[in-house]
């Protein structure tokens, strides 16, 4: 079920049925405990986190990776961090509705001065809802930004005219100015590839 990225970090998959794109999640492990980021729910996963560590907590990136977030920190009697809604610029009341809806009340809100586990270190990524999530070398996104054929590539944000009256996808890097901050050498993704190393030379 899970495949090694590092010693330290682990992912698993499934393909979305109704977009054909896959999923992934991440479990990041340190001193014999496991952190989870946007996982997906999938038969024995909770028994197959125990033989890698003593589960720890679960981050959420976006609110778009609801997956199985909320019942596995419910299931394993974890934490769970939700992005704070107004770091992310999400709309309150309907993000409110979404967290009632989907039993996430017990959800603890983060932003970029709050202290996760493993000493994660949360950064606000402008204009696409979403935190990045710093650990290690690595940087963790939802659905900023992607590895496709080892280079980076970012998710479109929008349909725009092109100078010459075509129209084009438009894409945000938003994410490049948190890489070279953080001197992150790797992205780990919650689609498509991961990037184990080189990110600094990527973008």
Not at 36 to 54: H, T, W
Not at 99 to 112: A, F, R, S, V
Not at 148 to 174: E, M, Q, V
């Amino acid at each position: 079920m899970f495949e090694p990225i590092t010693r330290n970090i682990f992912r698993w998959g499934t393909l979305d049925g109704e977009t054909g794109v896959m999923m992934y999640s991440h479990l990041l492990l340190k001193e014999g405990k496991a952190v989870l980021i946007d996982p997906l729910a999938l038969p024995k996963l909770n028994q197959m986190i125990r033989i890698l560590g003593e589960p720890a907590g679960v981050i959420m990136t976006c609110y778009p990776h609801l997956r199985g977030c909320s019942i596995i920190s419910k299931q394993l009697n974890i934490p769970l961090f939700i992005p704070d809604i107004g770091s992310v610029n999400e709309d309150e009341k309907l993000t409110n509705m979404f967290i009632d809806l989907y039993g996430m009340k017990h959800g603890i809100p983060y932003n970029e001065s709050t202290k996760l586990p493993f000493e994660i270190k949360a950064h606000v990524i402008a204009g696409r809802h979403e935190m990045a999530l710093q650990f290690d070398d690595y940087l963790i996104v939802g659905d900023s930004a992607y590895g496709l054929n080892g280079k980076l590539s970012f998710y479109p944000t929008g349909i725009w005219p092109d100078d010459d009256g075509s129209r084009r996808r438009a894409t945000s890097d938003a994410l490049t100015p948190i890489i070279r901050k953080t001197g992150a050498t790797g992205l780990l993704s919650g689609h498509m590839e991961d990037i184990p190393s080189g990110l600094q030379e990527n973008p």
